[in-house]
Every structure is written in structure tokens, then in C-alpha cells.
Nanobody, 124 residues
Framework: VQLQASGGGLVQPGGSLRLSCEVS??????IAWFRRAPGKEREGVSC????????GYRDSVKGRFTISRDRAKNTVYLQMNRLQPDDTAVYYC????????????????????WGQGTLVTVSS
């Protein structure tokens, strides 16, 4: 399985972006978005567990970000609204076969396959 992330760019505070993660070479299990801001640790942003359509979000993005998927296109999206400067980071998508328990859905250590990052810059 290979992942291709895209959709990053420069946006003003309060603006929106939609990231895409195209999956090729097979099907994905649980899939998630992570980000790494300059000088900070990688952190989980959102996850999707297709087996039961569970979605998870880190507290700081709840109500602003939405993860979704298009099964026909084998693509997972991250719609990001009301972006803030603190959202500036390189965003990555990652997946692993099968389901992940809810408590570890945003744990980068459980994911096996990672895409390259896409840079999101929120600045005026």
C-alpha cells in the first residue's frame, strides 16, 4: 500500500483547506492524519476506522476538522476549517491493516505505512 498526500498550501487565518490522501496498491485499514509543526513532536490529528466508521480527533481540532473518505476513489480527506496559525505544520497520512482500538487511533506508533507530507501554512 502506498499513500500520496496533497492539498497543502498557504491560507489566511480563518480560511479552509482540504487535504487528500490517495491510497494505491491495496486497501487500507485504519487511516489517520498526523502533523509535525516546526520544533514540535509529531501529533495525531484525526483518524478513521472504516470497519465501524469511527472517527477520532484531537481536542484542538474538534469542530473545525472533518475526516471522510471516498471509497470509489480510495481517497481519504481532511477538511480543515477555521484554520489558525497553530495549525501550521507538515501533514501526513498513515495507515495500517485492520482496526485499531479507539484509545490508540491517534498514536503514530501503531501505523505501518506513511505518505510523504504536505505543508500547510496558516499566516496573514
Amino acid at each position: 500500500v502506498q499513500l500520496q498526500a496533497s492539498g497543502g498550501g498557504l491560507v489566511q487565518p480563518g480560511g479552509s483547506l482540504r487535504l487528500s490522501c490517495e491510497v494505491s496498491g491495496g486497501h487500507y485499514g485504519t487511516i489517520a492524519w498526523f502533523r509535525r509543526a516546526p520544533g514540535k513532536e509529531r501529533e495525531g490529528v484525526s483518524c478513521l476506522r472504516p470497519s465501524d466508521r469511527y472517527t477520532g480527533y484531537r481536542d484542538s481540532v474538534k469542530g473545525r476538522f472533518t475526516i471522510s473518505r471516498d471509497r470509489a476513489k480510495n481517497t481519504v480527506y481532511l477538511q480543515m476549517n477555521r484554520l489558525q496559525p497553530d495549525d501550521t505544520a507538515v501533514y501526513y497520512c498513515a495507515t495500517r491493516p485492520g482496526a485499531i482500538i479507539v484509545g490508540r487511533c491517534l498514536d503514530p506508533g501503531v501505523y505501518e505505512t506513511w505518505g510523504q507530507g504536505t505543508l500547510v501554512t496558516v499566516s496573514s
